[in-house]
């Protein structure tokens, strides 16, 4: 049964409009704003009926809120109004509502405006769905493409999404960077993550595949492969259109390789300048890297490549991301252990 979201300052209101919904749709009332903020963290609605005159919070403010969050921006609005005014009805549509409803409203009006929505918005999910699986083909296409150019990198992307996972998981559980991660969706962040590396299309297979290390001069060209992977990205952002999904790979592309101190490349970013995405592949980046074989060295040990990310905490590491890496270091161990079944990973991944 579909979820509908009813929000109200009026009681009255709130009542007349459950007993015309209930019996076809799961029913919420609220009061405000504010409690279907609160609601919605733990029950995600298929549509929101929104007064717009309410105290604290007004329709306006909860719908811009609503928007501006990645998992709420597609939920339908209808707006419920006492006011009728051209004006206001053409701001609301352009803020994103779907729809206007007079108040007092008509419950076959309103029954039948929710269904012409709700059959809409399941055209779209559809659709959508249909766009993200081709979505989805694409990236594992390209992610290979670029992994199998690296005749020994193999396993790289599965391993790193994995890490990435973990540290989301562990930052969202300890709150941190809350604000920053506000609206991301863990499970889009974590597949956008597999284009990290895809500007090693634009290295040549010699330097990529040497198999010995690198000299500067092809450390140097090995290094561009962080600026190449977002100007790639932003091409496709330019073609496309594509939002959050690209917006999100883009920064693990562009920034995983920028460090604390300013020391990396190819900005040269301090701190919080670096965006978040970039901050947390880094360590995951590093990990694997680290405790991969490579022709000129032996893979680090699970404890010995804790303790090179405990020692580059503040420096090539955000210190706040390494302690919840430490935390959960374990589940880095577990994943580290199970990916020796995996083909070994390659020599010139850069840490």
């Not at 108040?103 to 405006?113: D, E, Q």
């Not at 001069?217 to 492969?225: F, R």
């Not at 032996?298 to 991301?321: C, M, N, R, W």
């Amino acid at each position: 049964m579909k979820v509908i979201f009813v929000v109200d300052d009026s009681a009255v209101n709130l009542i007349k409009a459950k007993q015309a919904l209930e019996g076809q749709y799961d029913v919420f009332t609220m009061l405000s704003a504010a409690k279907m903020f609160s609601l919605i963290e733990k029950i995600m609605p298929d549509l929101i009926l929104l007064d717009i005159e309410m105290p604290e919070m007004d329709g306006f403010a909860a719908l811009k809120k609503l928007r501006e969050n990645e998992l709420t921006a597609q939920i339908p609005v209808i707006f419920l109004t006492a006011y009728s005014d051209e004006a206001r009805e053409s701001h609301g549509l352009d803020m994103g509502a779907v729809d206007f409803i007079p108040k007092p409203f008509s419950t076959p009006i309103v029954l039948r405006r929710i269904a012409n929505h709700l059959h809409v918005q399941e055209l779209i999910k559809k659709r959508t769905e249909r766009i993200e699986q081709l979505q989805n083909n694409v990236v594992f296409v390209l992610a290979d493409m670029v992994e199998n150019r690296d005749k020994v990198t193999s396993g790289h992307v599965e391993r790193t999404s994995e890490y990435i996972k973990i540290l989301i998981e562990g930052m969202q559980e300890s709150g941190l960077y809350m604000e920053e991660m506000n609206g991301w969706n863990k499970d889009m962040l974590v597949f956008s993550a597999r284009l990290h590396d895809i500007g090693k299309i634009a290295v040549s297979d010699l330097i990529l595949n040497k198999p010995a290390k690198l000299t500067e001069d092809e450390l140097d060209i090995m290094k561009t492969h962080s600026k190449e992977g977002e100007r790639i990205i932003n091409q496709i952002i330019a073609r496309t259109g594509e939002g959050m999904f690209l917006h999100h790979a883009k920064f693990f592309a562009g920034y995983h390789h920028e460090h604390w101190n300013g020391s990396g490349y190819h900005r040269h970013l301090k701190g919080a300048e670096i965006p978040l995405q970039g901050r947390i592949m880094a360590i995951a980046d590093v990990y694997d890297a680290i405790t991969s074989e490579r022709p000129y060295k032996k893979a680090f040990t699970h404890e010995e490549a804790v303790k090179v990310i405990l020692d580059e905490s503040g420096k090539q590491f955000d210190p706040k991301i390494v302690e919840v890496f430490f935390r959960l270091k374990d589940k880095f161990k577990q994943i580290l252990h199970s990916s020796k079944q995996w083909p070994l990973a390659g020599q010139n991944s850069l840490p």
